[in-house]
């Protein structure tokens, strides 16, 4: 009987433990902003970076017995993955997606004590516990099947990152040109123009670029109300606030 791939058995645990990720991501932050919060930087149900996170565990850590060491090489590991993917997210998309700057303890705003606490006590829970259940269901399923599952998740992850990022991707230009509009309505202000006209203008303005808003740029600022731009930071900030107004009317 044919045996199931390294490489297909870990991508399967990838997505399982991203499915899971994404769920605690939820539940995590819809108690944060005490509302229902669709989390993740991509359309599934799942958050890579779980998924990362939790093979890295497993991968690296697996052989560590000793509970109060694993959990501290594993809040360690975890957070640098965390630190590392705000960089390189922020690199790519020259925006901001979160920060703990409101958490007492954190490390310029990417990470903080409260995630490692959290990351290093579920880190237990997964080597220990988690990883052994879900590697074991892997080898009750046929491999005939489990290629073929793993065949459609690796298209339907694929598909969602190029469409996720497609459909981001004009959203730095929209807001370089909505900067343009702001700053030639601000310029051209007299001083006899009345100031209620200049609101009108400039909610216009916001208006309008909202209308141009696709569906993922719409959804991505919900799933990430801290997003902010690097070069347009005011103005993100200033457009979540004109859509939370918008949305209580």
């Known amino acids: 009987m044919p045996e199931i791939a390294f490489i297909e058995k870990y991508f399967f645990l990838l997505v399982v433990y991203s499915v ?8 995590v932050e819809s108690i944060r902003q005490k509302k229902i919060v669709n989390r993740g930087f991509l359309n599934g149900p799942y958050c890579p ?12 850590l697996g052989w560590c017995t000793n509970p109060v060491m694993l959990f501290i090489l594993s809040a360690v590991l975890t957070c640098t993955l ?3 993917t705000s960089v390189v997210m922020e690199k790519m998309f020259n925006a901001r997606w979160w920060d703990y700057y409101d958490f007492k303890f954190n490390l310029n705003g990417r990470i903080c004590l409260w995630g490692a606490l959290a990351f290093g006590t579920l880190s237990i829970l ?24 793993c065949l ?11 469409i996720t990022v497609a459909g981001f991707s004009s959203f730095d230009g929209k807001l370089k040109a909505l900067s343009v509009t702001l700053n030639n309505i601000k310029s051209n202000l007299d001083t006899k123009v009345n100031s209620s006209n200049t609101v009108e203008k400039i909610t216009s303005a916001y208006t309008k670029f ?7 740029q719409v ?16 103005i993100t ?8 107004r918008k949305r209580k009317k």
Not at 20 to 27: S, V
Not at 210 to 216: E, I, S, V, Y
């Open 210 to 216: 909202t209308q141009t808003l696709n569906f993922q």
């Open 49 to 60: 970076i779980y998924g990362f996170g939790a093979l890295l565990d497993v991968l690296v």
């Open 20 to 27: 899971i990720g994404w769920f605690y991501e939820c539940i």
């Open 237 to 244: 900030d200033e457009l979540k606030k004109f859509i939370a």
């Open 82 to 84: 965390e630190y590392i």
């Open 126 to 149: 997964l080597v220990n516990f988690i990883h052994p259940f879900f590697l074991g269901l892997t080898e009750m399923i046929s491999p005939g099947l489990f290629h073929v599952i």
């Open 152 to 162: 459609l998740l690796f298209i339907i992850v694929v598909l969602d990152v190029v």
């Open 219 to 234: 959804r991505l600022l919900k799933s990430f109300p801290k997003l902010h731009s690097i070069k347009y930071g005011n």
